[in-house]
């Protein structure tokens, strides 16, 4: 085996190893981010086995589409989603099995209640010599927070920091609900059959690749200028799927834009919101949310 | 020359150009230091890092810019490899710098970096586009991706006579693919510098190595797309390619600087409302051209 067979080799191993330990890495770990890379970084792997095939431009198409793409979904995921740094089961590594614990290694979990910053913060300022009396005043304000947060729950301030900051408000509800809503979490009762079936799966596969003996190899050498037979083939071949599928993507374009616009039309109900956040909100605390009170607001 | 000779050529080019780089905007910001060079003066609280994402996002950054290296031809014979496809290759391994400032700003748990990860996610959807259009024309007259095919279509006339559209495009868009002043959101100063505020020591080298290197590439890029690359009378072929790349930085430097700075929303606004456009018209310009045979022949 002379040198270059060496580096093909080595190359095969690495990409394939990419390509396997990020899909396991994102179908086990606990962050949403992590996930998209995992997932990311699995199809670099998949790019790399396509250029290993000499199919240099499948394989840049799909390190190219794939970094964007994915890089744009993970925005749009924690922009969306509630706990998108698995911050929630990385406090409770108990509920994770080896696997999982492995990949979320490092995760933070979430951080102490607010009230308890702010404490911090307080007599940071003012007492940072006296670091004893720091340590009491905080322990005062634990209690506090704990007298206000399981006994009378009546607080105002801590009644609205339930509603305004995600991550802590989070942590106050779930303490108060006895810490077992795990409705949200990653973790699903299906979850160990799931992984059997995907394992079974797996083996199967395996099998099928042993089991065959003459797998057909072609004889001929790949196209080194794989770039222009592709641009002929779209181009005279399939050019009719081609530009089909290009005017499709820029129907579902103009789809989205009109769905994401305001409704200009008066009467309905999308118009209420924006009418109403040009007038003066009254304050937040009182009542139902504005957006109930249809004849006041529009 | 071995590959061992070609990457260390690479990256010497690649030093020498960061450096260069770097003179070039202290002097042109002498008196007002920018962001980059003044990033993390404010106070910046660290969180605990992620000890798998953040280390991996400078050395993803650096990565980038050296793969992109390899396709620069600085001479006939001047270039780490000529790839079939070079400048399809070159847009893709560039964009695994958006990639490295995600990790870094995600996994760096500070919300100044998160919001830098953003950021930059959104510059790209912003950016791609409109500097494949700009891209695209070169390529339809050179009827070839490889760089030094390129170079030699435009021994007659330089590509920026024929298409100063695509030139323009391609000098804006370069400019939000390098960070630079009009664009500079994800490293501006309201947050902190991003990923560079926090960051020190080797890291923070690294950054500025591979941000730099980021404007020299996106600049020989230009001067190869558009100016002719190595070509030019009298003086040897890898000084042409230097003195244009250098002059193409000014340019792109100086010329950023006459321009307000610009936000993500507008960033974006003006991509999709003015860049695009303007990329769809420059194709068929340059389409028009081609069909009335005025171009390089052959």
New interface residues.
């Given amino acids: 085996m002379n040198v270059e067979q060496t580096a093909v080799l080595v190359a095969f191993g690495l990409c394939a190893f990419l390509a396997l330990a990020g899909a396991l890495g994102m179908a086990t770990t606990m962050s949403m981010?992590?996930s998209g890379?995992f997932l990311?970084a699995s199809f670099i792997g998949v790019g790399g086995l396509f250029i290993l095939l000499a199919a240099?431009?499948m394989g840049?198409l799909q390190?190219?589409m794939y970094?964007?793409g994915m890089?744009?979904m993970?925005?749009f995921m924690?922009l969306f989603m509630h706990d998108p740094g698995g911050s929630m089961m990385a406090g409770m590594p108990d509920m994770m099995s080896p696997i999982e614990r492995f990949f979320s290694?490092?995760?933070?979990p979430e951080p102490e209640p607010e009230p308890d910053e702010k404490a911090d913060d307080d007599t940071g300022s003012s007492l940072k010599e006296d670091a004893g009396h720091d340590a009491m005043n905080r322990d005062e304000m634990d209690h506090a927070d704990k007298a206000a947060g399981h006994g009378s729950h009546g607080g105002m301030d801590h009644a609205h920091m339930d509603h305004g900051s995600t991550s802590c408000g989070d942590m106050d509800k779930m303490g108060d609900m006895g810490g077992m809503d795990m409705d949200m979490s990653m973790v699903t009762p299906v979850r160990p059959v799931a992984a059997w079936g995907a394992a079974a799966i797996g083996i199967g596969l395996f099998a099928l690749l042993l089991l065959r003996p003459d797998w057909p190899v072609a004889g001929q050498h790949p196209n080194?200028?794989?770039?222009r037979a592709v641009g002929m083939m779209l181009m005279h071949k399939y050019m009719i799927a081609f530009e089909g599928a290009g005017f499709l993507i820029l129907l579902g374009i103009f789809g989205a834009v009109f769905l994401a616009r305001t409704n200009q039309h008066a009467e309905a109900p999308g118009r209420a919101l924006p009418v109403a956040r040009r007038e003066d909100p009254p304050p937040a605390e009182s009542g139902p949310a504005p957006g109930h009170e249809e004849g006041k607001w529009s | 020359m071995g590959i061992a000779g070609k990457t260390l050529l690479v990256t010497l080019a690649l030093l020498a150009g960061a450096w260069v780089s770097g003179r070039i905007e202290r002097v042109l910001m002498r008196g007002e230091p920018g962001a980059m060079h003044q990033a993390g003066t404010a106070a910046v609280h660290l969180g605990r890092r992620d000890r798998w994402l953040y280390p991996i996002g400078p050395a993803v950054a650096l990565a980038a810019v050296l793969l992109g290296a390899v396709v620069m031809p600085f001479g006939p014979a001047l270039v780490g490899e000529d790839l079939q496809i070079g400048v399809f290759y070159f847009i893709v391994v560039i964009d695994f710098a958006v990639l490295g400032i995600a990790l870094s700003g995600w996994g760096a748990n500070t919300g100044h970096a998160v919001e830098a990860c953003y950021r930059a996610v959104a510059q790209l959807v912003a950016y791609v586009v409109p500097l494949g259009m700009a891209v695209v024309g070169t390529i339809m007259m050179a009827k070839s991706l490889s760089t030094t095919r390129i170079v030699e279509a435009q021994q007659g006339v330089w590509f920026i006579v024929l298409q100063p559209l695509g030139f323009a495009l391609y000098l804006v868009t370069g400019l939000m693919q390098c960070y630079r002043a009009p664009f500079l959101e994800p490293f501006a100063d309201s947050v902190v510098g991003g990923v560079l505020g926090v960051s020190t020591g080797p890291e923070a080298l690294i950054w500025r190595l591979a941000l730099s290197g980021l404007l020299l590439l996106v600049a020989a890029m230009g001067a190869v797309l558009f100016l002719g690359g190595w070509s030019g009378p009298w003086l040897p072929a890898p000084l042409w390619m230097a003195l244009k790349t250098l002059g193409l930085m000014i340019l792109m430097l100086a010329g950023g600087r006459m321009v307000r700075p610009l936000s993500v929303a507008r960033m974006l606004g003006l991509s999709w409302k003015v860049l695009i456009p303007l990329g769809l018209a420059n194709v068929l310009l340059v389409g028009g051209l081609i069909l009335l045979k005025i171009g390089p022949t052959g």
């Fill in positions: 981010f992590r890379i990311m240099d431009l840049l390190i190219m970094i964007g890089l744009v993970i925005l924690v290694r490092g995760l933070q080194p200028d794989s770039a």
